[in-house]
Nanobody
Framework: QVQLVESGGGLVKPGGSLRLSCAASGFTLDYYAIGWFRQAPGKEREGVSC????????IYSTSVKGRFTTSRDNAKKTVYLQMNSLKPEDTAVYYC???????????WGQGTQVTVSS
């Protein structure tokens, strides 16, 4: 069964950091690009980052560039999203997927809640 499970979310103060994990099972992670997405209350889901399957190249949305870093450890079947200098506007449920375009995602996992608040 192909599955991605997000974890690592929580409550953090502005300026703080969190590291999210996306654990893969049921397929070979090495062959897939992995996208991170988020959805804030009342807003559409948006792409946050993408890491390629070939050369680990990455892209980021303008809103997180310079603050977030995505990486992968294929041996551990896990992709990470390191989030630094968090802002209240980063508050959202974060999801990962085996594609980097939200419209191509067949089904979403549970996600992990990130709340940035003082």
């Amino acid at each position: 069964q192909v599955q991605l499970v997000e974890s690592g979310g929580g409550l953090v103060k502005p300026g703080g950091s969190l590291r999210l994990s996306c654990a893969a099972s049921g397929f070979t992670l090495d062959y897939y690009a992995i996208g991170w997405f988020r959805q804030a209350p009342g807003k559409e889901r948006e792409g946050v980052s993408c890491i390629s399957s070939t050369d680990n190249s990455t892209i980021y949305s303008t809103s997180v560039k310079g603050r977030f870093t995505t990486s992968r450890d294929n041996a551990k079947k896990t992709v990470y999203l390191q989030m630094n200098s968090l802002k209240p506007e980063d508050t959202a449920v974060y999801y990962c997927a085996t594609v980097c375009v939200a419209a191509l995602v067949g089904s979403w996992g549970q996600g992990t809640q990130v709340t940035v608040s003082s």
